[in-house]
């Protein structure tokens, strides 16, 4: 025997029982996002490296240390795709999008490749569920967001999802932050991890999301960037606040949470799951503003909003409750060979139908058979011989208790429907 291939570490297979549960969460997604006035997108996975040095920032994690990245053929630099936004931005501006509409809503659906350390719910294949919005430079727009991810969790029967609010500020307010955030963090370095010392310079937002215990001390203390805010980031924080409000969602403001990349302005998000089946990596999503993404990029100045959930962390959550699967309507069972072809049609006709019919080409004996049937959870049972097939009428057996009955072939599909 050849020796095995294994997978790729941190890369997984996702397969039945659990693949149901992905197919649950990206039709609630889709059916979500179809109320919403959402259209899908669907990038290639593979980009310039370019896209993403310039549109999520040299100085961050996933850039910095995190990017599958390789040169192709000709020797070009490209990148597995880390996140969906910046590539969404590309595609926006590529195909001119704001020429043909003033306002866009999008989402996708798709892996996304990070090098990081594994442990529960942080992989190096991830998918997401994503949305952008581009042209809405309005609080209403953040908002709508939040609502949407709200009622897709709520749809799924996710448990015991929190959502915090911040606002990162801009432009104007910003720049003012990171110096008195700088300064502090200076003063203070001996107590911050070694990972942390260094990100001082390169991006000291990122300090404040560090887990480790003495950096947590250090940060408790930091100054908030929602004492630096300008006029019209305070009020587009506080009509944020009000509107979620006003539609009844819950939220508690996190004046330190900073989101790992460098394009949020403003409003940044986050929904939080306690749950044991996620242990420290309890974000199922994130999201933000990024006004001045599509403009880096070199499309217009167009505002943005969007948000990205991850697929795996949700599918976790949902994977410890019960749930029910449509079981197949009937299982077909052959007494001899004879009846093979007979069932073949009868399979694909019903099949043609709209029923789930389960159907074992092994055949064997009726006794093996009808346990397989019983496996299968079928609603009912049906074997075919050389009678039914003369008689053009089988017995229908219920396998979940009560009578079977005598029905023709061709009144098969009425019998199923009415029961
Ligand atoms: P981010 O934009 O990096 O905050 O990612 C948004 C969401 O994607 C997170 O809240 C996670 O649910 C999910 N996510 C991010 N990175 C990973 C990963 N390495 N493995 C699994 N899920 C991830």
Redesign the pocket.
């Known amino acids: 025997m050849s020796q095995k291939i294994s997978g790729v570490k941190g890369m997984n297979d996702i397969l039945p029982p659990d693949s149901r549960i992905w197919r649950r969460v990206e039709s609630a997604a889709r059916e979500v996002f179809d109320r919403f006035g959402y259209e899908e997108i669907r990038t290639p996975i593979v980009e310039d490296t370019a896209l993403f040095v310039r549109g999520v920032g040299e100085g961050t994690d996933?850039v910095g240390k995190e990017m599958y990245t390789f040169e192709d053929k000709s020797g070009r630099s490209l990148s597995l795709r880390p996140?969906g936004t910046a590539p969404a931005a590309r595609a926006y501006i590529e195909h001119s999008v704001h020429n043909l509409e003033p306002v866009t809503h999008w989402f996708y659906i798709g892996p996304?490749f990070?090098y990081?350390r594994m442990k529960t719910?942080?992989?190096?294949q991830?998918w997401?569920i994503g949305a952008e919005a581009f042209g809405v430079k309005e609080p209403a727009q953040d908002v709508e967001l939040m609502d949407l991810v709200v009622q897709f969790l709520r749809a799924l029967q996710v448990p015991n999802v929190s959502l915090s609010i911040n606002s990162l500020g801009d432009d104007a307010c910003r720049p003012k932050y990171l110096a008195a955030l700088v300064d502090y963090l200076s003063r203070h370095r001996d107590a911050l991890c070694a990972e942390c010392r260094e990100r001082i310079d390169r991006n000291p937002l990122r300090v404040l999301d560090c887990k480790n215990e003495g950096c947590r001390r250090v940060t408790q203390g930091a100054p908030s960037i929602l004492e630096f805010l300008c006029g019209p980031c305070r009020a587009h924080f506080d009509e944020v606040k009000r509107q979620l409000s006003l539609l009844g969602l819950k939220y508690e403001v996190d004046p330190r949470m900073a989101?790992?990349?460098d394009y949020y302005t403003r409003t940044a998000f986050?929904?939080i799951a306690e749950h044991p089946s996620l242990g420290t990596?309890s974000?199922?999503?994130?999201?933000g503003r990024y006004d001045k993404l599509v403009s880096s990029l070199g499309g217009l100045e167009i505002p943005a909003v969007g948000f990205?959930?991850?697929v795996?962390?949700i599918c976790l959550l949902l994977s410890e409750q019960p749930h029910a699967d449509r079981a197949p309507d009937l299982f077909i069972a052959t007494a001899d060979d004879k009846a093979k072809d007979e069932a073949l049609k009868l399979v694909s006709s019903l099949r043609r139908e709209g029923f789930r019919i389960e159907f074992d080409g092994r055949g064997g004996s009726l006794k093996s058979q009808m346990k397989r049937a019983d496996k299968s959870l079928a609603r009912f049972a049906l074997v075919l011989g050389e009678n039914e097939l003369t008689m053009r009428a089988a017995q229908l057996k219920p396998l979940r208790g009560g009578e079977p009955k005598s029905v023709s072939l061709d009144a098969l599909p009425a019998a199923l429907s009415a029961s």
Do not use: K
């Not at 719910?121 to 190096?124: H, I, P, Q």
């Not at 974000?283 to 999201?287: M, R």
């Open positions: 996933i996140e996304m990070r990081e719910g942080r992989y190096r991830f997401q989101r790992g990349l986050e929904f990596a974000a199922v999503g994130g999201g990205a959930l991850g795996d962390r």
